[in-house]
């Protein structure tokens, strides 16, 4: 069987809004080797980048990737690995050191499948090396698809992209739960971080597996930190809020305290404060408002859209605020519709000249 996870971002504080919040990666990790564990026929695990979480790691990362690594190669199970771009050079070779394998502009065969890697590297450079990768039925990435971000000029990549020796791709990187077609034979599969790693991955999390002689990839589900967001603007919503934070509460364990964030309006700061002492075990992030908006990712996606289209001078009344800075609304706006260097030589002399 071929598990494929990506994104496991290994550190002890992973969320960094949250620095009393510890461990979450190190768990999944051991979560991740479990189900592995379990898993009566023969195994092996590939990583596809950003194993950890920066390229310098404490010695509480190294311990945890180590017993993970040792752990499966005592079962006859190998660990193979890309890097990212979190976790590029120095923090790979660390990888490799413990006893993962390096699948970078490597072929092997696993199950009668032939899998390449790819390292993460700058887009230009992806694009000229993608055309000399061997045949294969997998090629690993660390790359962002377009097909799997919302937002105009964040991709590296496009499906159209993958040359046709290519069979099929397995991509880490966007932190997005996805399997799509690829041409008319393969498909594209991205399994999302391990674990989340902000509140707005709310999961759910866990890995790809694909049994030996099997075509179908099955997603497997690990315990983690379960989120729940709410917009509490009105008294009669806490009918259906608080049944839905009891119900958390029920399945809280002591490491993984489930997050319940709310935004509420400020006239129901009482009621939301009451919940947090009446369900411990609960992680409560409250918030009060005026109107206790609270921005969802369909908020998020609609402002792109209209953002997207927009030409630098448009841009710029977003940027500068005219009223409040009219000389460097007009010194930008002059950048962006004239002659830029002229317009720069201009203001130097302004300078220089005044006394």
Request: proline fraction near 5%.
């Amino acid at each position: 069987m071929i598990i494929f996870t990506a994104d496991t971002h290994l550190t002890p504080r992973v969320w960094k809004s949250r620095r009393d919040l510890d461990g979450d990666s190190f768990r999944a990790l051991n979560a991740l080797r479990d189900a592995v564990l379990q898993i009566e026929e023969p195994a092996h695990v590939i990583l596809g980048g950003d194993v950890f979480d920066a390229a310098r790691i404490d010695a509480a990362t190294l311990r945890a990737f180590t017993e993970f690594v040792d752990t499966l190669f005592e079962k006859d199970i190998r660990v193979y690995v890309i890097q990212g771009n979190h976790d590029k050079d120095s923090a790979a070779a660390f990888a490799e050191i413990q006893g993962a394998v390096s699948l970078d502009k490597t072929l092997i065969e696993l199950d009668g499948r032939t899998f390449y890697g790819l390292n993460w590297m700058p887009r230009e450079a992806l694009i000229d090396t993608l055309p000399s990768v061997p045949d294969c039925d997998y090629l690993v990435l660390h790359a962002m698809f377009e097909h799997l971000v919302t937002f105009t000029g964040a991709c590296d990549l496009s499906l159209d992209d993958i040359p046709t020796q290519v069979g099929n791709v397995l991509v880490g990187d966007v932190h997005v739960n996805d399997v799509t077609s690829l041409r008319s034979t393969g498909v594209c599969i991205s399994p999302g971080p391990l674990h989340p790693c902000n509140i707005g991955q709310q999961g759910p999390h866990g890995f790809y597996a694909l049994p030996a002689g099997a075509e179908q990839w099955e997603f497997r589900t690990i315990p983690t930190r379960e989120i729940m967001m709410f917009r509490f603007i009105d008294a009669g919503e806490a009918d259906t809020i608080e049944p839905a934070i009891a119900a958390a509460q029920q399945r809280s364990t002591p490491d993984l305290e489930p997050i319940v964030e709310i935004r509420h309006s400020n006239d129901l700061t009482d009621l939301t404060e009451s919940w947090v002492s009446k369900y411990p075990g609960v992680r409560f992030f409250t918030k009060g408002s005026a109107t206790g908006k609270l921005v969802t990712a369909e908020d998020i996606l609609e402002a792109q859209q209209g953002f997207q289209n927009l030409t630098l001078i448009e841009s710029l009344d977003v940027v500068v605020d005219a009223s409040k800075d009219a000389e460097l609304h007009a010194f930008l706006g002059s950048l962006l519709v004239g002659d830029a260097q002229a317009t720069i030589d201009h203001k130097l002399e302004e300078v220089q000249c005044d006394p």
